[in-house]
Each structure stands twice: as C-alpha cells, then as structure tokens.
C-alpha cells in the first residue's frame, strides 16, 4: 500500500481505477439495514451468519470463514 501512496497520493482520496467512480453503491436506510444485519449475522446465508456470530461471540473466525463473510459484504 505504501508504494501506491508514495507515486500516487491522489488515491488516499478517490480510486485507483477512475472507472471505479462511476460504480453504484448501496445507500440509505435499507443500505443500513443489510450492513446492520451482516454484522449481526443475520443475512440469511449459513455461513455467513455463523462466521459472524461466531465472530461476535469469540472474537476469533478461521480464516476461510473469514474471506467468506468479508467477500459476502463487499
């Protein structure tokens, strides 16, 4: 990340890929929901649920479990 920043200060702020600006996000109310729901493990999908209330009550998710729940919320 360093060597980005060092040649490229200007991505601290917007995206590398200028392409990237005209990508939709989620926003809003329901847009909070659904994060509010990842974090409580409440999404619906199994695995994602478990890693994340495995995460909430240990502190700790494997992590394959892991790439999963972040790959689920980006």
Wanted: one cysteine or more; glycine letters at 6%; aromatic letters at 10%.
């Amino acid at each position: 990340y360093a060597d980005v920043l060092f040649h490229r200060p200007d991505t601290a702020r917007q995206a590398f890929n200028p392409k990237m600006a005209a990508m939709r996000l989620d926003t809003g109310s329901a847009a909070d929901a659904r994060f509010a729901a990842w974090c409580e493990g409440r999404t619906g999908f199994p695995i994602v649920d478990a890693g994340m209330r495995q995460l909430l009550g240990e502190a700790w998710v494997h992590n394959r479990v892991r790439m999963v729940v972040a790959s689920f919320l980006v």
